[in-house]
């Protein structure tokens, strides 16, 4: 009888782990709206922006919109071997360079906002205020030199991590190996509170920046140093890929949240995420050249075609790029 | 915020655990029986192949045993992140079982936590069943038994010892971040698990959230082994019957 007990066990342990299997794969068929994969950086999640605007497109486009939380550095990697739907990073040379390689098919500036240098309290560099971030960095090394100051960086090749470095390489200064350089090997939330704790400098958007603050309160016991230098913007850049190089995407999804985002109606939404009082994306489809970045004038004309096609409204400030254009084409076709 | 000495932040986790429970959070409720479905199936999948396994590397003398023995050994000792990082590459679009399209899905959580717990499930159970006294297989042997009635008693014998290696699998399975993370890409809603979830949070600044589901996942795994540990009891108060009857049979 015992013996059946023991072969009635195993048999119960087949079944409910068939059941679960069975079960399983019946909830991933029974989920109508299509899951759409957004490779991103952690800014946009630290901060809650897609979070935010999850709601808006998953009911517009009957979509479910989830993303894969990595740096941009990641992101372009996982977005390359065909992992991921669509790319919402910011690093624009790794992103022209992705173009370049024909992962991706187009590419926009689609918001930014800015870095900002943070450090302790007490900031022993005293670099606060400083307009120069480059010479900032550069303070900062001297005093880290004398045992006085640490750098806590993300280490983990991701956007963030990449602009800090060009502006090591712009202040000629190798910080790689240095004692008073940390490096987290982590996302921008945790790198904050490693320089939290270690009451170091670190460079942080000013998006992750605000939402930790507003999350942990006193307990940060930080604050902006350097703010407002160029060299400091942060521009997102949304890409799509190729499909013909990745067939098995969701290309479809994907032009459409590209769509939403450069939408008249997406560009607002990003103007109005705020965290506590503070807004932290600012829209940039179509107008770069205003923060003085390159224009981007064929792919603006493209997609603001692609959007008055879709019946999606173009930001207001883009339709004036339209009416502008159009003329030129009459005169085109005089000729 | 009341200052508490740091401790308000694992407080006001407790009771926003609490509330988190007690308010049936839909989103909560989702990863919790995401964490509870996939580390469940791999428990049941590891216990499946393992204790089969296990059992028969213990009870058979084969050329290799010794070295199979020390792999089985070192892979309950895979770091998650390992497999986690191969699953990935493998599972990937540009991977070899690419065309599987299982990359980010339930299905392949299951599959890294099953390859990390199956060799935990086998070990546990291999050194459950060693254990038998091998009095026990002589006496059974003696008494006319078939191999396979032979297996039966040993199996039996060992009950507790197998009941514990799942019990341990499933441990090894709810806690593990890393693997499911790389594989199932924390997707909302989808496989987002609690581990996952906890990193995420923690990321994010929002300790309480993230003590809440700690709590919760330590409270699911609290639960799931005072059942075994109740099941194993009623095996062994079963165990002591059957000793009794054994004791006394015809009298």
């Excluded at chain 1, 079944?15 to 950086?41: D, H, K, N």
């Excluded at chain 2, 499946?48 to 028969?56: D, K, N």
Aim: proline share 4%.
């Amino acid at each position: 009888m015992k013996g059946k007990y023991l072969a009635g066990i195993l048999l119960v342990i087949v079944a409910a782990a068939a059941a679960f299997a069975l079960g399983l794969s019946g909830m991933a068929q029974s989920t109508p709206p299509e899951r759409l994969v957004i490779a991103t950086t952690t800014s946009t999640v630290d901060t809650g922006l897609l979070d935010y605007l999850k709601p808006h497109f998953d009911n517009e486009f009957h979509a479910n919109m989830t993303w894969l939380y990595l740096g941009t550095g990641q992101a372009l990697a996982v977005a390359s071997r065909g992992d991921a739907d669509i790319l919402l990073v910011h690093d624009r040379v790794r992103e022209d360079a992705f173009v370049k390689a024909s992962n991706g098919t187009h590419r926009v500036t689609v918001m930014y906002n800015d870095f900002v240098l943070i450090g302790p309290q007490d900031d022993p560099a005293g670099v606060k205020g400083m307009s120069n971030v480059t010479e900032a960095f550069k303070r900062i090394a001297a005093k880290g030199e004398e045992g006085k100051a640490v750098f806590v960086s993300r280490g983990d090749n991701s956007g963030t991590n990449a602009l800090e470095l060009r502006i090591w390489s712009s202040a000629k200064i190798t910080a790689k190996g240095k004692p008073w350089y940390i490096e987290a090997g982590q996302g921008m939330g945790p790198t904050v509170r490693i320089s939290n704790e270690k009451q170091g400098y670190t460079v942080s958007d000013r998006g992750t920046w605000n939402k930790l603050k507003s999350e942990m309160g006193d307990n940060l016991k930080m604050q902006i140093l350097v703010e407002g230098d160029k060299a400091l913007l942060n521009p997102y850049g949304i890409i799509l890929l190729n499909t013909e190089k990745y067939p098995n995407i969701n290309s479809k999804l994907a032009e459409k949240f590209f769509l939403f985002m450069i939408s008249d109606e997406g560009q607002k939404l990003i103007a109005d995420f705020k965290v506590g009082e503070d807004q932290l994306f600012f829209p940039l489809f179509g107008k770069p050249d205003t923060i003085g970045l390159p224009s981007e004038k064929s792919e603006v004309q493209y997609w603001a075609q692609q959007l008055t096609s879709n019946q999606m409204k173009p930001p207001s400030w883009v339709q004036q790029i339209i009416v502008v254009a159009i003329p030129s084409i009459f005169t085109g076709d005089k000729n | 915020m009341i200052y508490l000495g740091g401790w308000e932040e694992i407080g006001f986790g407790l009771f926003r655990a609490l509330q988190l429970i007690f308010s049936g959070d839909p989103e909560v409720l989702r990863i919790t029986l995401i964490s509870l479905r996939v580390s469940g199936t791999a428990t049941l999948l590891g216990a499946a192949i393992g204790i089969p396994v296990g059992a028969s590397i213990a009870l058979r003398r084969f050329p290799a045993r010794t070295l199979l023995i020390s792999v089985i050994n070192t892979l309950m000792g895979l770091p998650p992140v390992v497999v986690g990082l191969f699953l990935y590459l493998m599972l990937s679009n540009f991977g070899p079982m690419g065309f599987l399209r299982l990359l980010y899905t339930p299905e392949a959580m299951v599959l890294a936590q099953l390859v990390l717990v199956a060799p935990i499930t086998a070990g546990v159970t291999l050194s459950a069943v060693s254990n038998v006294d091998a009095r026990l297989k002589e006496m059974a042997v003696s008494l006319g038994a078939d191999p396979l009635q032979e297996v039966r008693i040993i199996l039996r014998e060992a009950r507790l010892g197998l009941l514990t290696a799942v019990i341990v699998g499933f441990g090894s399975a709810i806690s593990e971040v890393g693997a499911i993370m790389m594989v199932g890409g924390n997707l909302l809603g989808y496989t987002r698990a609690l581990t996952t979830a906890i990193v995420l949070l923690t990321n994010q600044g929002a300790f309480t959230e993230a003590i809440a589901l700690g709590i919760i996942l330590l409270g699911l795994a609290f639960a799931i082994n005072i059942l075994l540990t109740y099941l194993q009891l009623r095996t062994k108060a079963g165990l002591f019957a059957a000793e009794t009857e054994r004791h006394h049979p015809v009298t």
